[in-house]
């Protein structure tokens, strides 16, 4: 499995991806808002876009769908209950479904609810997994639910679904939100050293070629991820009394995403 992470550099701080099949040529087009680039950068390397997948149906993700079909005529792929909000589906897909590629990728469907209620991460089945996960996960921060979601969903999705990936799980997200993300973290953890180092680390980061996080790193600064850390949880207590000294995961989880709108 070949993945291209690709840059839109707009204003919303897209990734776009392409994944492709080594033997075939044959690719995927994940979320390719930005097509003149995702088209240049198929035909650079000699690529085919046989698949267009939307994770979810907000417009930053599907506007380049019809340029992409008109140029290649690639088959068009999302979650089952999006139809009607995604223009021209060819396929509704939902938890546990693959979509291959070519011959030799197979990429796994999760039905990942929260950011909105029609989501789909992608997990590869490959030596060294990868998770396309849109606007759900985002590296050290998690997916808003202002625009059809909601954060109880998201919750039970990073609960029952992110954390019991293998810690060498690839992140590849829908946008570069991380140094937001991990000034968000420090203000709710500021002894949180590892989120330092990778502020301090990743402050002038290129996202033309941006860091590929794990799951496993995740855990060591995504705050979403940290819900009964003694930190997280001393510092809501005292900001929140009202929460007591001892709130449960969920508790903790809804107020940190809560507090991560206005932050």
Same mark, same amino acid.
């Given at each position: 499995?070949?993945?291209?992470?690709?840059?839109?550099?707009?204003?919303?701080?897209?990734?776009?991806?392409?994944?492709?099949?080594?033997?075939?040529?044959?690719?995927?087009?994940?979320?390719?808002?930005?097509?003149?680039?995702?088209?240049?950068?198929?035909?650079?390397?000699?690529?085919?876009?046989?698949?267009?997948?939307?994770? @979810?149906?907000?417009?930053? @993700?599907?506007?380049?769908?019809?340029?992409?079909?008109?140029?290649?005529?690639?088959?068009?792929?999302?979650?089952?209950?999006?139809?009607?909000?995604?223009?021209?589906?060819?396929?509704?897909?939902?938890?546990?479904?693959?979509?291959?590629?070519?011959?030799?990728?197979?990429?796994?469907?999760?039905?990942?609810?929260? @950011?909105?209620?029609?989501?789909?991460?992608?997990?590869?089945?490959?030596?060294?997994?990868?998770?396309?996960?849109?606007?759900?996960?985002?590296?050290?921060?998690?997916?808003?639910?202002?625009?059809?979601? @909601?954060?109880?969903?998201?919750?039970?999705?990073?609960?029952?679904?992110?954390?019991?990936?293998?810690?060498?799980?690839?992140?590849?997200?829908?946008?570069?939100?991380?140094?937001?993300?991990?000034?968000?973290?420090?203000?709710?953890?500021?002894?949180?050293?590892?989120?330092?180092?990778?502020?301090?680390?990743?402050?002038?980061?290129?996202?033309?070629?941006?860091?590929?996080?794990?799951?496993?790193?995740?855990?060591?600064?995504?705050?979403?991820?940290?819900?009964?850390?003694?930190?997280?949880?001393?510092?809501?207590?005292?900001?929140?009394?009202?929460?007591?000294?001892?709130?449960?995961?969920?508790?903790?989880?809804?107020?940190?995403?809560?507090?991560?709108?206005?932050?």
């Amino acid at each position: 499995m070949i993945v291209e992470q690709i840059w839109t550099g707009n204003a919303y701080r897209n990734f776009n991806y392409l994944i492709a099949c080594p033997e075939s040529g044959d690719a995927l087009a994940i979320d390719p808002l930005d097509y003149e680039k995702c088209l240049a950068v198929a035909a650079d390397r000699g690529w085919t876009i046989t698949q267009v997948l939307n994770t @979810h149906e907000h417009g930053d @993700h599907t506007g380049g769908n019809k340029a992409v079909v008109a140029a290649t005529g690639a088959k068009v792929i999302a979650h089952e209950n999006a139809r009607g909000r995604i223009p021209n589906m060819d396929r509704g897909v939902g938890a546990g479904d693959v979509i291959k590629v070519g011959k030799t990728v197979d990429l796994e469907c999760l039905d990942t609810p929260g @950011h909105t209620m029609s989501h789909i991460c992608l997990l590869s089945r490959t030596d060294q997994p990868g998770l396309f996960s849109g606007d759900t996960l985002f590296n050290a921060g998690a997916g808003n639910c202002h625009n059809g979601g @909601h954060p109880d969903e998201l919750f039970d999705t990073f609960e029952q679904q992110l954390e019991i990936l293998g810690d060498d799980t690839q992140v590849y997200p829908g946008h570069d939100y991380l140094l937001n993300n991990l000034a968000f973290t420090l203000d709710r953890e500021p002894d949180n050293t590892v989120a330092a180092k990778m502020m301090n680390d990743y402050k002038d980061q290129d996202p033309r070629h941006a860091l590929v996080t794990t799951l496993g790193q995740e855990k060591e600064f995504n705050t979403f991820f940290r819900l009964q850390h003694p930190s997280v949880v001393a510092k809501l207590a005292a900001d929140f009394p009202g929460m007591g000294d001892s709130p449960n995961a969920r508790a903790v989880f809804l107020k940190l995403r809560e507090l991560r709108n206005s932050w």
